[in-house]
């Protein structure tokens, strides 16, 4: 991806809740709902939001929570026309970055056993399994895989 088609990563505010939506919808067969969203973005002391955006549009997303020493992905997204192209690394570099200058020292996330694709953009992210979450998710039941990274001192790096 080059500079020039890079999404620009913004705060998500409530206005783009009807676009958040849409993406979840078409990325999740158990999507979180409006009001899990709404929680989410009124979570403003510890709550991390933000979104990619492309020629006005959301194209991708991930919230997070940041307490002391670590960061929480809750979801990662990205519409299907625009996988592959870097928008979810984009995403993930920046929560990466914000967190370090935080202090924050690791992050951590569940993903479903079977979300291979998503298990091999983390592994090339320095994320490690570290344990198993027996049937976490709903429809279809299913284990979740939680996994770990530690971040650098430096937000340079």
Known sequence: MTERDSPDVVPLQREHL???LSIER?????????????????VQARG?????IRHRS??????????PDEAHIGNLAVTPSERGRGVAQELLNQLVHDATEAGVTRVTLEVRASNHTARKFYYKNNF?????RKNYYRSPVEDAIVMYRVL????SV
Do not use: C, K, N
Not at 28 to 40: A, H, I, K, L, V
Not at 48 to 52: D, I, K
Not at 59 to 64: E, K, L, Q, S
Not at 152 to 155: A, K, L
């Open 48 to 52: 991390y939001a933000r979104g990619a």
């Open 18 to 20: 009807d676009q958040i």
């Open 152 to 155: 650098p001192e430096d937000p």
């Open 26 to 42: 078409l990325s999740f067969t158990d999507p979180w709902t409006r009001g899990m969203f709404e929680s989410e973005l009124d």
């Open 58 to 67: 959301l194209i991708g997303y991930i919230f997070a929570v940041i307490i």
């Open 128 to 132: 490690i399994d570290i344990a198993i």
